[in-house]
Structures are given as structure tokens and as C-alpha cells.
């Protein structure tokens, strides 16, 4: 038994994330510097599985593999880390009736005041409230909140079959813990603007902060860097994937954003959506899904808009720290249109766009 972050693990850090009668697939994280092995086994059957790893993370490491195999619905699949022979979570597999496309999990980044509880709302005509973690019953538990990120890193790793959809408010980076075949969403919105609203939000909800004027609140250490400042870029830039170093994004210092790299998996995620084009992102959507939505309302409408005018000297504060943002915002709104147009006539099952 080992400890991994704030939970304990019984079995090897790694999982099968997918397992259908054409292809079984997971992932493994080592600290070792070579590449991992990992032996599967169909009916006691065994077959040694190289892996890859699409990102360098320091700290451990969090290889892939992916394996071709004809198995019967019913099928027992196991897996275990070849040095050590630990079996990996998730292990034994049961495969599935469901194809492969049934049953990819679907990941959704909700970065914070980017209309992500609205588009939630849309999620759920897709999705039974049964296959989503967090469940809206859970969220509104914690009021309102999503759970802690280690509490959300340990469902990764311990996939259930059940689950299918996972969103909140967690960098891109930990999609990996859902395998090579997760399909990832993303909205996002022009930077001041969502900075603007952050801003609003803070002084209505963060006790006392409400007698405060605009310009202490941005002084304030507390949220000037981590919800004020490039964020999205924060969310999508690639980050150790290790289960116990998960919370470092929200502590990135100005400064050491990477761009490069955010955009990199923005080019891979499978949705994005665009905040102001919210009625296109939502074609975009069904398109994917393959089957019609329905217009969601404002579930987060802005209790704040009889607040003071923010002034000009704040707002052009919020744009000058914004810069990465306002540049990844725009490579969003470039694939969102190239993307858009490229609608075909026809409807298609989700994970098309995926690179």
C-alpha cells in the first residue's frame, strides 16, 4: 500500500481506461527514466505492451499504451507494471458491449467565469446524470464547489465504467489520467471580459471584500495572480500529470506560463467552444454528439450588475496581465471558425475533430 497525494493506493499507479472487444488502453506513471512495460493478459493469456508518453512531466512520469485485441463481451482483461508485477487500478477489465466510441470518456475543462456551468446544462441532455462526476446533486453538496482536485485525480485513476462525462475546474493536463482516447472540451472567453467578471464575482462573494474599492481588490496577492492573470492559458499549458503534483497549476507564478504548449493541446482538444459564440458552440456540440440541444438558460447570471463602474485604469491593468491569454484566445476564435465552417451536412459521433 502506498500513499499517492491526499489518498492511498493498493494497487500500481496506472489504469485501464478502456476496454472493448477491438482495443484495450490505459496508462502507467513510473519514476523511472526508461520506458515502462506493461503485461496484459485475456483469459490468462499474456502479451507485454510498449508505452509512450506525449508530454515530458517532471517529477513521475505518465506513459500510455494502447494494444489491438478480439475479445469476446465478457471478456476478463488484466494488467500489471512489468518490473514491479503490480497490478494496475482498474484491473480486472470487463469488456464491454458498448463500442469503442460509446464508450470514450469525455473530459471538460470548465475554466472559471467562461459560461462552463451553462454549457454543463447542455452536457446533461447527452449524458445521464449517472455517468457524470461531479453529479450536480454532489456539487450542490459542497455549495456549489467543485470537489478538491485530489478528490478528482482519484476517480481518474480508480475508472469506473459507469462514468462517462468528467468536468470542473481542472487543468487539461490531467485528461491523460483518462487515456489516449479521452475526448476533451474546452470554452473559452475573450480574457478581459473574463477577468472583468471574475473581478465582479470576487467583491460579491469573498467575505470582506465587498467594502473594498476595485483597485485594493487587485492589489490583493490572494487573486491577483491565480484568477486574475492569464489563466486560461494556466489551465491548458501542460503540467506534471503525477497524481501528487496536481495542485502546482494553481500556483504558477506570472511569468511562468507556457503559451507554446497551451496552445499545443488546444489544438488537440476535441471541442472548443467560444463564450461570446455561445449559440455556435453549441452547433458544434451536436454536431459531435450527433443528436439535437436545446438552448441552456443562465445558470450563473451576474448578481453584480449594479456594481461601481470598474475603472479604466483597472481594466487596462487586467489587460496588460492577460497578454498569454489574449493571444490564446485568439488561436481559439481561429480553430473555432475553421472548424465551424467545416460542418458537414451530415451528423457524426464525437471525437471526430481529435488529433
Known amino acids: 500500500m502506498r500513499m499517492v497525494g491526499a489518498f492511498t493506493m493498493t494497487c500500481s499507479p496506472g489504469a485501464i481506461t478502456l476496454a472493448t472487444g477491438q482495443r484495450v488502453e490505459g496508462w502507467v506513471a513510473t519514476d523511472r527514466i526508461t520506458l515502462p512495460r506493461v503485461d496484459l493478459a485475456i483469459w490468462g493469456a499474456w502479451h507485454t505492451v510498449p508505452t509512450w508518453s ?28 512489468a518490473s514491479s508485477q503490480r497490478r494496475l487500478c482498474g484491473s480486472p477489465a470487463i469488456v464491454s458491449a458498448n463500442t469503442a466510441s460509446r464508450t470514450r470518456r469525455v473530459y471538460f475543462v ?12 447542455v452536457l446533461s441532455q447527452v ?28 476517480k481518474l485513476i480508480r475508472p469506473s465504467y459507469r462514468l462517462r462525462l468528467y468536468h470542473g475546474h481542472y487543468p487539461w493536463s490531467m485528461s491523460r489520467l483518462l487515456g489516449p482516447s479521452a475526448h476533451t472540451m474546452v470554452l473559452l472567453r475573450e480574457p478581459v471580459a473574463r477577468a472583468i467578471s471574475t473581478l465582479r464575482h ?8 465587498e467594502n473594498l474599492t476595485w483597485d485594493e481588490i487587485v492589489e490583493d496577492r490572494r487573486f491577483a495572480r491565480s484568477q486574475l492573470a492569464n489563466v486560461q492559458t494556466k489551465y491548458l499549458q501542460d503540467l506534471p500529470t503525477a497524481p501528487d503534483a496536481a495542485e502546482r497549476f494553481r500556483r504558477i507564478p506570472r511569468g511562468e506560463e507556457n503559451l507554446p504548449s497551451a496552445k499545443r493541446n488546444l489544438s488537440r482538444t476535441g471541442f472548443i467552444g467560444i463564450t461570446e ?16 440541444l436545446r438552448p441552456a438558460p443562465t445558470l450563473n447570471p451576474a448578481a453584480h450588475r449594479n456594481c461601481d463602474p470598474i475603472p479604466e485604469r483597472v481594466i ?18 481561429e480553430l473555432f471558425e475553421s472548424r465551424l465552417q467545416s460542418l458537414p451536412q451530415t451528423q457524426c459521433e464525437y471525437g471526430q475533430h481529435d488529433t
Open 277 to 292: 459564440r455561445f449559440d455556435d458552440s453549441v452547433r458544434l456540440a451536436e454536431h459531435q454528439f450527433g443528436q439535437s
Open 54 to 81: 506525449d508530454a515530458a512531466s517532471p517529477g513521475r512520469a505518465l506513459f500510455h499504451f494502447s494494444m489491438p485485441v478480439r475479445a469476446q463481451t465478457g471478456s476478463v482483461i488484466e494488467a500489471r507494471e
Open 110 to 121: 470548465h475554466i472559471p467565469k467562461t459560461g462552463g456551468t451553462s454549457f454543463r446544462r
Open 202 to 209: 470576487l467583491r460579491t462573494h469573498v467575505p470582506g471584500l
Open 316 to 333: 487596462r491593468r487586467l489587460a496588460s496581465w492577460n497578454d498569454l491569454d489574449q493571444q490564446l484566445y485568439s488561436y481559439a476564435v
Open 127 to 154: 449524458f445521464p446524470f449517472y455517468t457524470i462526476y461531479p453529479s450536480q446533486l454532489s456539487i450542490w453538496r459542497k455549495g456549489g464547489k467543485y470537489p478538491p482536485l485530489s478528490e478528482f485525480v482519484a
